[in-house]
């Protein structure tokens, strides 16, 4: 098992290019699998989820040809595809369930494993179901798994309980190919539900609205071929705008959209970060000059535009060094916390109260042995090592690798000691 060793470190100082987005690329590899021709899909990112869903689609019978070097994925859809799922490769990755919309819609019948939950909280697709249901299939749930069966779906109105992400992403696409118009209501803004919408559109879909609450999907007979460009990765990039503040540096992000940052880009200067858009991007810089000190602040997280839920435990490592009390409240995932106990084991003062987590900053942090519990708690626990006095040794980075493309060296390359050791076993 890989794990990260980590040094304090100087000011991080620099600017690093942010990789496309994860949450982006996969569900845009899913839908792939609705298009009769050639896929060509740009600035695909470096990471183990992308190998788990070229995967995926391989053994569902697409041909796919990744050049990393380039970051381009070609696929071609056209021959018989699987209607069946692989267990191994869905209980890896909950975002394989985004294969159902398609394989519904192109094959008219579909059996997907259930994901399980993970870390973060039970992560039921009740949402999607319902919203397939609705669309006129005829869904089951057996022995862990969800098939559906429609000769030929329906457009609908459908009504989201909840924005969520995933169940817009599969519906929209299970819509695409569908007969007439399909109206989905409080759905996800999210900037990874536009580009799937926008690669969709390239292919010969017929979508309206996305990135509001109410998406159109007008179903057209079937989906030719596309070339897209993925969006940068604002997860990414807020990971590294918050290195700028946790390490005292001074951090320009490139390849990014500003629009996709705006909740975070609020935050870090509540906490008297300095944060300016530039030519090249968006500069965070530690302020010095200023009192020089990082303000606590309250961060509730909540569907976009709200503070994301997924720069929560990068922006605890921020609060857990500030100048008096933050409350971090999280409203999306029922146990995202998991990083609170290994932040705790490095010095940081921090309470569990349900959903909120109260916490009282520290003057400094010390190394510890800490465990990547999930991806971004990975990543935040990485950046507080950074500052922390003596080594952290941080396991379980696989973690991390399903998300982030070589966060080491770009970290190293802004002046991070950071070093990746592949394999080693735990102490006796
Ligand atoms: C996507 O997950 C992202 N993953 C997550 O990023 C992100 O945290 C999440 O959206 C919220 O922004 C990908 O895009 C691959 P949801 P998703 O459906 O679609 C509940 C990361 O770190 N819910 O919006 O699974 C669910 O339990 C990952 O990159 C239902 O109750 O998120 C959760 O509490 C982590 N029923 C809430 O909604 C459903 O049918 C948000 O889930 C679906 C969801």
Redesign the pocket.
């Known amino acids: 098992m890989a794990r990260f060793i980590i040094n304090n470190s100087p000011p991080l100082k620099g600017s690093v290019k942010i990789s496309g987005s994860?949450?982006a690329v996969?569900?845009i590899l899913a839908a792939s699998l609705l298009a009769e021709g050639e896929c060509v899909i740009r600035d695909v990112p470096c990471q183990s989820d992308v190998e788990t869903m070229r995967m995926l689609l391989e053994r569902l019978g697409a041909d796919l040809y990744w050049d990393k070097e380039a970051g381009i994925i070609q696929t071609l859809a056209s021959g018989r595809l699987r209607t069946e799922a692989e267990y191994e490769l869905v209980s890896k990755m909950?975002?394989s369930f985004l294969v159902m919309g398609p394989l519904l819609a192109r094959l008219g019948e579909v059996n997907v494993p259930l994901p399980g939950g993970c870390a973060?909280?039970?992560?039921?697709?009740?949402?999607?179901l319902k919203g397939f249901s609705a669309l006129g299939a005829q869904v089951m749930q057996e022995h862990g798994n969800v098939r559906a069966k429609a000769k030929r779906l329906k457009g609908a109105k459908i009504y989201l309980d909840?924005p969520?992400?995933?169940?817009t992403e599969n519906i929209m696409m299970a819509a695409v190919l569908a007969d007439g118009v399909t109206v989905l209501e409080n759905c996800?803004v999210?900037p990874?539900v536009v580009d799937l919408a926008n690669f969709l559109n390239s292919a010969g879909a017929e979508i309206r609205g996305a990135g509001t609450d109410t998406i159109k999907i007008t179903g057209v007979k079937s989906l030719s071929e596309a070339d897209h460009q993925v969006i940068p990765d604002r997860?990414e990039a807020g990971t590294f705008m918050v290195a700028a503040g946790v390490t005292k540096g001074d951090i320009t992000v490139t390849n990014v959209v500003a629009d996709h940052l705006k909740p975070l880009i609020a935050k870090l200067k509540e906490v008297n970060l300095d944060v300016t858009e530039t030519e090249a991007g968006v500069r965070v810089k530690y302020q010095e000059e200023k009192g020089g000190h990082i303000i606590a602040a309250d961060v509730k997280t909540l569907?976009y535009p709200g503070f994301?839920?997924?720069m929560q435990a990068q922006f605890m490592s921020l609060l857990i060094l500030a100048e008096g009390t933050s409350i971090v409240t999280e409203t999306?995932?029922?146990n995202r916390f998991m990083h609170v106990g290994e932040f705790k084991r490095m010095g940081a003062d921090i309470k569990i109260e349900s959903r909120s987590a109260v916490i009282e900053g520290v003057k400094n942090l010390t190394g510890a042995q800490v465990k990547a519990t999930d991806?971004?708690a990975g990543a935040a626990l990485a950046l507080a090592a950074l500052t922390a006095s003596g080594t952290t040794e941080l396991s379980d980075i696989y973690h991390i690798d399903r998300?982030y493309c070589n966060l080491a060296e770009k970290l190293s390359q802004l002046g991070a000691r950071i070093r990746r050791e592949e394999d080693f076993s735990e102490k006796k």
């Open positions: 994860k949450n996969l569900p909950r975002a973060i909280g039970a992560r039921p697709v009740d949402l999607h909840f969520s992400v995933g169940a996800a999210e990874e997860i569907p994301p839920t997924d999306v995932f029922e991806l971004r998300g």
